[in-house]
């Protein structure tokens, strides 16, 4: 098994503890042993476990003093404690200090496999999770854009390439697949980097507006202008001017936007004298630029001008490996603007945003992780916090989840987090709802990995 999980069995009936590591390295994993608490401490201060299994009951050092131990020398670590004094009291006292699980002897031989195989997925999601963040810190310390998939480090590295050329720009690709980001990371990179940068959607404005705000205007050159205004393409002397959704100007706007290319000057509204400028333009468009053209919506002389190189987004759902990095990299963000402290996404709502496919690109799985911030509670975004169409998403997805039929203990997770939602997380009305006591619900949330509000 590559990179097999790291496993430490403690037990001190040498019969136990012999038949456990034969049974658990058969399954793949790299298994050490200790016959007693005071071995079972000094591997653990020489080496770290993903898993530890313990005994309960040993002389001089407990399972729980191990329990304890574990938790601060590796904070992702699981443990599994096996006894065979099992009570609701034992377990209860073990998962409050933070056990996994625990497992009564005799045990079957499946149970273990299955709660060792359980715990081990959750310390591997930990450390995924946690390196996804320290990812992120670089990246933002960096000030790039979050990305690994192949073929958008391909577009960052032709984005990179021409930056410097100073030549104009078409970036094209759907609604929210980040055509702004990509603009202003080629001014970033390109020796205009210390002057300005500034964006104006063409699509949000009508003929006269856009060209007030393009060219500015001089005084008194219509009732109401009491001062004289500098335009955005003034503004923007020296520095980058991004037009998104180039293709929405009208057939003349677009005539004087050419003129401002090719002769590097334009004239402010009521003047006449020609105000010259060193821009750099960066055109984005949502639209096929080709079909535009062709049906003479868009100048074929504009986009030829603007056309010098064109760099083509793909979307979100061609990149779906960029997802759990931007789905942190939001997490944070909103986290930390409404002051929640939020780190942690769980695996069923990761699972459910990789097989989403986001007709709106970045920014709808933005809003998805913004309106799951301002809902939860706790320090993970649970399937609760995500819209009911994703929820409903979720569903299709786990019962088809690797092409399986799911087990009972699959179908039993799944209920219990629906009933979960249907009373808000209330774990006294989701017991009476399921028809159990309190305690063997809190086992069975601490099982699956499952929160829900006292």
């Given at each position: 098994?590559?990179n097999?999980?790291?496993?430490?069995?403690?037990?001190?009936?040498r019969?136990?503890l012999?038949?456990?590591?034969?049974?658990?390295?058969?399954?793949?994993?790299?298994?050490a042993?200790?016959?007693?608490?005071?071995?079972?401490?000094?591997?653990?201060?020489?080496?770290p476990?993903?898993?530890?299994?313990?005994?309960?009951?040993?002389?001089?050092i407990?399972?729980?003093q191990?329990?304890?131990?574990?938790?601060?020398?590796?904070?992702?670590?699981?443990v599994?404690?096996?006894?065979?004094?099992?009570?609701?009291?034992?377990?209860i006292?073990a998962?409050?200090?933070?056990?996994y699980?625990?497992?009564?002897?005799?045990?079957?031989?499946?149970?273990?496999?299955?709660?060792?195989?359980?715990?081990t997925?959750?310390?591997?999601?930990?450390?995924?999770?946690?390196?996804?963040?320290?990812?992120?810190?670089?990246?933002?310390?960096?000030?790039?854009i979050?990305?690994q998939?192949?073929?958008?480090?391909?577009?960052?590295d032709?984005?990179?390439?021409?930056?410097?050329?100073?030549?104009?720009?078409?970036?094209?690709?759907?609604?929210g697949?980040?055509?702004?980001?990509?603009?202003?990371?080629i001014?970033?990179?390109?020796k205009?980097?210390?002057?300005?940068?500034?964006?104006?959607?063409?699509?949000?404005?009508?003929?006269?507006?856009?060209?007030?705000?393009?060219?500015?205007?001089?005084?008194g050159?219509?009732?109401?202008?009491?001062?004289?205004?500098?335009?955005?393409v003034?503004?923007?002397?020296g520095?980058?001017?991004?037009?998104?959704?180039i293709?929405?100007?009208?057939?003349?706007m677009?005539?004087?936007?050419?003129r401002?290319?090719q002769?590097k000057?334009?004239?402010?509204?009521?003047?006449?004298?020609?105000?010259?400028?060193?821009v750099?333009f960066?055109?984005?468009?949502?639209?096929s630029?080709?079909?535009?053209?062709e049906?003479g919506?868009?100048?074929?002389?504009?986009?030829?001008?603007?056309?010098?190189?064109t760099?083509p987004?793909?979307?979100?759902?061609?990149?779906?490996?960029d997802v759990?990095?931007?789905?942190?990299?939001?997490?944070?963000?909103?986290?930390?603007?409404?002051g929640?402290?939020?780190?942690?996404?769980s695996?069923?709502?990761?699972?459910?945003?990789?097989?989403?496919?986001?007709?709106?690109?970045?920014?709808?799985?933005?809003?998805?992780?913004?309106?799951?911030?301002?809902?939860?509670?706790?320090?993970?975004?649970e399937?609760?916090?995500?819209?009911d169409?994703?929820?409903?998403?979720g569903?299709?997805?786990?019962?088809?989840?690797?092409?399986?039929?799911?087990?009972?203990?699959?179908?039993e997770?799944?209920?219990?987090?629906?009933?979960?939602?249907?009373?808000?997380?209330?774990r006294?009305?989701?017991?009476?709802?399921l028809?159990?006591?309190?305690?063997?619900?809190?086992?069975?949330?601490?099982?699956?990995?499952?929160?829900?509000e006292e």
């Amino acid at each position: 098994m590559e990179n097999a999980a790291k496993l430490l069995i403690i037990d001190d009936e040498r019969i136990a503890l012999k038949n456990l590591e034969h049974v658990l390295a058969k399954e793949g994993y790299e298994v050490a042993t200790a016959l007693n608490g005071q071995l079972a401490l000094r591997l653990l201060r020489e080496q770290p476990f993903d898993v530890v299994l313990t005994d309960l009951k040993m002389e001089k050092i407990d399972g729980m003093q191990i329990l304890r131990r574990c938790k601060e020398l590796y904070p992702d670590i699981e443990v599994i404690m096996i006894t065979g004094y099992a009570t609701v009291e034992t377990a209860i006292e073990a998962m409050k200090h933070g056990a996994y699980h625990y497992v009564a002897k005799p045990f079957k031989l499946d149970e273990v496999r299955k709660v060792v195989r359980e715990a081990t997925e959750k310390v591997a999601l930990k450390r995924e999770n946690r390196h996804l963040r320290e990812s992120l810190e670089t990246i933002r310390e960096s000030g790039e854009i979050i990305t690994q998939d192949p073929v958008m480090l391909r577009v960052l590295d032709t984005a990179r390439d021409i930056a410097p050329t100073d030549c104009n720009v078409l970036v094209t690709g759907e609604s929210g697949t980040g055509k702004e980001l990509v603009a202003r990371y080629i001014h970033r990179h390109s020796k205009r980097a210390p002057s300005t940068f500034l964006a104006i959607n063409c699509g949000a404005f009508s003929e006269e507006l856009l060209a007030n705000e393009l060219f500015g205007h001089e005084k008194g050159a219509y009732t109401g202008a009491a001062l004289l205004k500098k335009g955005l393409v003034e503004m923007a002397d020296g520095g980058t001017l991004f037009l998104d959704e180039i293709t929405e100007m009208s057939p003349s706007m677009q005539v004087k936007f050419l003129r401002v290319i090719q002769e590097k000057e334009f004239i402010r509204l009521g003047g006449n004298e020609p105000v010259k400028v060193n821009v750099r333009f960066i055109g984005a468009t949502n639209r096929s630029i080709h079909e535009a053209v062709e049906s003479g919506e868009f100048r074929q002389d504009l986009y030829y001008r603007m056309n010098v190189v064109t760099i083509p987004l793909p979307p979100l759902a061609d990149r779906k490996g960029d997802v759990p990095m931007l789905a942190y990299h939001f997490l944070k963000k909103y986290a930390a603007r409404m002051g929640r402290n939020m780190n942690e996404i769980s695996e069923d709502v990761m699972h459910i945003l990789n097989t989403y496919n986001y007709p709106g690109n970045i920014r709808e799985l933005e809003n998805i992780i913004e309106r799951g911030v301002a809902l939860a509670k706790g320090i993970r975004l649970e399937t609760a916090h995500l819209p009911d169409d994703l929820k409903r998403i979720g569903i299709k997805v786990f019962r088809k989840q690797a092409g399986r039929i799911p087990s009972l203990d699959d179908q039993e997770k799944s209920y219990i987090q629906w009933v979960l939602n249907e009373v808000d997380g209330n774990r006294s009305r989701a017991a009476s709802v399921l028809g159990i006591d309190r305690v063997s619900l809190w086992r069975k949330l601490k099982r699956y990995g499952l929160e829900a509000e006292e």
